[in-house]
């Protein structure tokens, strides 16, 4: 039974008054583990913060794909409130080492306790504080999760026009087949079967128009609208001027609609009019779909090859798609800073023996501090990527149009936590870890050349890679 007593025995609540140790007790819930099971997992949404009442739970670290453990906590100790302050998933997993009992609150508890409980304010932040300058791996896996942040919100972007596209598509489709099924009716009844099958060899001939539309600049396509509205108001046909423009992206001119007008009469036009815009609407509507479809198709493919998920760690890599997988990443930051894409790429580079996601996160950092440096002047400019190869290496040039790299910094720019970004706009990590990636990882080479104009990194990377490898070393972007 949870009482007072109990509570004191926690460092974090000895202090507390008897009404704020109610409220502890109101508000949290008890919970227990059995030695080996997980209590939350790295990765997991964060969904409370537990308290060790009593027993044993080991803090471990899933980095690179070693199991690396940070800390182990006894009775009295606390875990989880990293991020749940932070809003993100927990980037460790806890484990009980022993039957363990905790007390433990969900995330409005957790932030109205600071209200209730303000001693604890102190008490966390000196934990956090402890925490963060003895773990240099936590911090590095936290700054990964930050660009990874970043990375996900551009991704997230690309995503959801594709998506809202063909949400939008699939709800105005309803109200067109409904629109279309009574006035095929009523042309079943009112034609006869020679007028049937000519009505829908049109819009059958229309239909495969839709799907490769002739490219029409603005102005063209406003005198066909113009030109076929005019037709279709001078005959009577109700609502002309929103019918024109679907017939037009069919190819629909008021040429092909006269022989039409001979065979069904006025009265029959309308009907077949009317039938035809909902018809070809409707095809138009699923192409869309089809089309949001195949970008979301196309854009989880790129992340899944960015990551290399479901793959060997080291493989046979091909430079050229991880480039492109890191730019359709990047797309959404690229086209907001206007940037212009230069791709001078080696044919038949060869593929090389690799670490396929480290080296991702080397051309996103690179691009990622072009993309930067370009917008610092005038937010517009040319990222020029270049390839080419021989017998033992193949390299990647990097460039861009920007400012350029004072000479007195260059040979700092690998430097750890080393950055010319503002205050919250940098970590300097980015550029250390793609050193380390290239030279350690991969017993390459990355040379910067700068210039009032011109920027280029230069990546030199073995085709293949000594049998026995270096440590890993942790490669997040910055």
Request: net charge negative.
């Amino acid at each position: 039974m949870l009482d007072h007593d109990t509570l004191r025995k926690v460092p974090l609540f000895e202090h507390l008054r008897p009404d704020q140790m109610d409220w502890l007790i109101a508000h949290g819930e008890e919970f227990s583990a059995e030695p080996g099971e997980y209590v939350f997992r790295q990765g997991q949404d964060s969904d409370y913060f537990y308290v060790l009442l009593e027993g044993e739970m080991q803090i471990t670290q899933d980095i690179n794909g070693n199991e690396q453990v940070l800390n182990t906590h006894h009775a009295g100790g606390f875990s989880g409130e990293v991020p749940m302050l932070s809003g993100t998933p927990y980037i460790a997993s806890g484990r009980a080492l022993k039957p363990t009992r905790f007390l433990r609150f969900d995330s409005q508890s957790f932030r109205e306790m600071f209200a209730v409980c303000p001693i604890l304010v102190s008490k966390l932040f000196g934990a956090l504080s402890w925490r963060i300058q003895t773990t240099e791996a936590l911090a590095r896996q936290r700054e990964k999760m930050s660009a990874l942040g970043v990375l996900s919100a551009g991704l997230a972007h690309e995503l959801n026009n594709p998506a809202a596209a063909a949400q939008r598509a699939a709800s105005q489709l309803t109200k067109s087949l409904e629109d279309a099924e009574p006035l095929l009716v009523k042309l079943g009844h009112d034609l006869d079967d020679e007028q049937f099958q000519e009505l829908l060899a049109l819009r059958a001939s229309a239909a495969a128009k839709l799907r490769e539309p002739e490219d029409l600049d603005p102005l063209a396509r406003s005198d066909r609208e113009d030109e076929l509205g005019s037709w279709l108001d001078d005959r009577g046909i109700e609502g002309s001027w929103d019918i024109a423009p679907t017939l037009v992206s069919a190819g629909i001119t008021p040429d092909v609609l006269e022989p039409l007008l001979d065979q069904l009469g006025s009265d029959g036009l309308g009907t077949a009019i009317a039938w035809l815009n909902a018809s070809l609407g409707s095809a138009s509507l699923l192409r869309e779909i089809e089309q949001g479809a195949k970008r979301i198709s196309e854009l989880v493919k790129a992340v899944k090859s960015y990551s290399y998920m479901d793959q060997a760690p080291q493989q046979e890599v091909d430079i050229h798609e991880g480039v492109n997988d890191t730019l359709t990443i990047m797309a959404h930051k690229l086209r907001d800073r206007h940037i212009n894409i230069v791709k001078a790429y080696a044919d038949k580079l060869p593929r090389i023996t690799a670490f396929g996601s480290e080296l991702n996160q080397v051309w996103t950092n690179v691009i990622d501090n072009a993309i930067d440096a370009m917008s610092d002047t005038n937010g517009r400019g040319t990222l020029t990527i270049r390839t080419w190869g021989d017998d033992e290496d193949v390299w990647v040039e990097i460039a861009d149009d920007g400012p350029g790299i004072a000479p007195e910094i260059q040979s700092r720019i690998f430097e750890p936590f080393f950055t010319t970004k503002g205050v919250g706009k940098g970590t300097g990590l980015g550029l250390d870890i793609a050193h380390r990636v290239v030279v350690t990882r991969h017993h390459g080479e990355i040379k910067v050349i700068s210039k009032p104009g011109e920027t280029k990194f230069q990546i030199r990377l073995p085709r293949q890679q000594p049998k026995t490898q270096t440590a890993e070393v942790s490669a997040e972007p910055a």
